[in-house]
């Protein structure tokens, strides 16, 4: 009967969910909600500045820097606590991400451009202002981090501009 007592306390405390802390960039849209007193105080979307910061009711701007959404939610909190609600819970996630993208190598304008939609690789490269004089189009290439490992993808630029391969 212990053992069994003592699995069933190892499986609870295993499935205890903690919470995650996402990080948040400039042009994300958050989604927070305010509890106090039992119940919902507020609930609001945001989206984050270019200069890392928000708007929030009650308080006004806000910075928040690189600390994720749980140090985001524990600052709101202690502004929250300090002249409007007593024990307040701030809880906050990412509603929408931005579109960032990074558009390098051989394009008129390289550089970092948002995005609300998922753009195609010839999109992403007609954003940057088309291909430079020295361009390789037959031989571009998309990095992306999967799984926190590097992937390169390559893609012939020529052929997916004539519709005879994806663009990715």
């Known amino acids: 009967a212990a053992l069994l007592a003592a699995v069933l306390m190892l499986a609870s405390t295993a ?10 960039e400039p042009g994300d849209v958050l989604q927070i909600e305010v509890y106090a007193g039992g119940e919902k105080q507020s609930e ?7 200069d890392r910061t ?14 994720g959404t749980l140090g985001i939610g524990s600052k709101l909190r202690a502004l929250l606590a300090r002249d409007y609600y007593v024990d307040p819970q701030v809880l906050i996630s990412v509603k ?4 960032k993208i990074y558009v390098l190598g051989e394009v008129k304008h390289p550089g970092i451009y948002l995005l609300s939609d998922g753009p195609t690789l010839l999109s992403a490269c007609a954003l940057a202002g088309g291909f430079s004089d020295f361009a390789a189009p037959q031989h571009a290439k998309i990095v992306r981090t999967e799984d926190g490992k590097v ?5 012939d630029l020529m052929k997916a501009r ?3 391969t994806e663009d990715v």
Not at 96 to 99: D, K, L, Q, T
Not at 151 to 155: A, E, L
């Open 15 to 24: 499935a205890t969910p903690r919470p995650v802390s996402e990080p948040v």
């Open 44 to 50: 609001f979307s945001v989206t984050v500045s270019a």
């Open 54 to 67: 928000i708007v929030c009711p009650l308080i006004g701007l806000v910075d928040v820097d690189s600390t």
């Open 96 to 99: 929408e991400h931005s579109g």
């Open 151 to 155: 992937k390169f993808i390559s893609v």
């Open 162 to 164: 004539r519709g005879k």
